[in-house]
């Protein structure tokens, strides 16, 4: 198991391409860890609105009436991938691992196998 420190640092260093991650709490909408960006990628900023995206989802499924969970959210722009990973552990509920990629630089299949294993191993 590893903390949020050390998830975010694995992320970085370890997924191809990766411009920033955060882990954030669709609850409030609050980062509780960041690591990249930069003053052109506000994280906090993402994080907030990312909440919203996963709240939207949240509620059509209610609306449709569809009994499943979202494994991950993943949105596409001309040069970047965004992706979004809901944690599933108990200690987890309510968070969902943030993470953009330059889409030049990454393998999206491989960046969701990563982010899937440092979710696995994230201790909250």
């Known amino acids: 198991m590893s903390n949020t420190d050390a998830s975010l640092k694995e992320a970085m260093s370890t997924i191809d391409g990766t411009i920033g991650v955060a882990l954030v709490d669709y609850t409030s ?4 860890g960041t690591l990249g960006g930069g003053k052109d990628f506000d994280l906090e900023v993402a994080a907030a609105g990312n909440t919203d995206v996963v709240r939207a989802k949240l509620r059509t ?3 449709l009436g569809l009994k499943d969970e979202i494994e ?3 949105i ?3 040069r ?3 992706l979004i990973r809901l944690l599933r ?3 987890g509920n309510g968070l969902f691992l943030y993470i953009a990629l330059d889409a030049a630089k990454a ?10 294993r440092i979710e696995a ?4």
Do not use: F, P, W
Request: net charge neutral; glycine share 6%.
């Open 29 to 32: 909408g609050m980062a509780l």
């Open 61 to 63: 499924m209610e609306l």
């Open 72 to 74: 991950d959210i993943l």
């Open 76 to 78: 596409t722009l001309g």
């Open 80 to 82: 970047q991938y965004h």
């Open 89 to 91: 552990a108990k200690s």
């Open 107 to 116: 393998n999206l299949a491989m960046a969701r196998h990563q982010l899937r």
């Open 121 to 124: 191993n994230l201790e909250v």
